[in-house]
């Protein structure tokens, strides 16, 4: 069975520095991978998701997120935080061959002015 | 652009009581699902919903639960007699293909449930 594990409940970061998301996976194949985010009181939005093309994902809101399968990890980088970047951040793994996504536990991002 | 909607967006419900929380899947969409998080904890896969029958269900979907499809537009989740441990958000999502390349699930804003 895969799991996920996002290393940081909560990160804090200045406006205008990086945020670094990390997340790991376990999976006896390389898996198709997500990062969600969520906004206060509002669903689900997929940032970007590896498919076995490109390691490196550019997403939304101008993050991006590198598979690296000799480190297990697929971390969520975005060179310079905005204030409307604070969410909750979930880093999902999915079997090419099934539907169900296992998540991380979230990582909550602030950002301060 | 289209989007998952789920009704209530908070209910509050006591024990023993049935609910139900609804949600309206993207239209084009034929698969669908429940997830949930109980607060400070993962978001977790109950169901998966294909062709008007159950396709997989987690551990966690016992008897209490039951999902339908009532008409063309809306997917339903019954928990029939609540417990105070149900109470968490709850996701529902869509997809239009099954596990095929990329595809990705569109998630609801949820239903937080709170079970009194």
């Known amino acids: 069975a895969q799991s996920v594990t996002q290393l940081g409940s909560h990160v804090s970061v200045s406006e205008g520095a990086l945020v670094l998301l990390r997340c790991n996976y376990s999976s006896s194949v390389p898996p198709y991978l997500f990062w969600y985010v969520q906004y206060p009181n509002q669903g689900l939005q997929l940032l970007l998701k590896?498919?076995?093309?490109?390691?490196l994902v550019k997403g939304i809101n101008g993050f991006e997120a590198e598979f690296k399968k000799s480190e297990t990890s697929f971390h969520l980088t975005k060179p310079s935080a905005h204030m409307s970047d604070a969410a909750e951040y979930f880093c999902?793994?999915?079997?090419?061959?099934?539907?169900?996504?296992?998540f991380g536990a979230g990582t909550t991002v602030t950002v301060r002015a | 652009e289209p989007e998952v909607t789920q009704t209530p967006s908070h209910q509050v419900t006591q024990m023993g009581q049935e609910v139900i929380l609804r949600c309206v899947p993207i239209s084009n969409h034929l698969y669908f699902y429940w997830y949930r998080q109980i607060l400070g904890q993962k978001v977790e896969f109950l169901v998966s919903?294909?062709?008007?029958?159950?396709?997989?269900k987690s551990e966690i979907f016992d008897d209490q639960f039951s999902v339908e499809r009532p008409d063309g537009s809306n997917f339903t989740l019954k928990i029939r007699s609540t417990k105070l441990e149900d109470s968490a958000m709850y996701f529902c999502?869509?997809?239009?293909?099954?596990?095929?390349?990329?595809?990705?699930?569109?998630f609801g804003q949820g239903t937080r449930l709170t079970v009194v």
């Open positions: 999902a793994v999915r079997r090419r061959d099934d539907y169900k996504l296992s």
């Open positions: 999502a869509s997809s239009d293909d099954l596990g095929g390349i990329g595809t990705e699930a569109f």
């Open positions: 590896y498919t076995s093309a490109a390691t």
């Open positions: 919903f294909y062709n008007n029958e159950i396709s997989e």
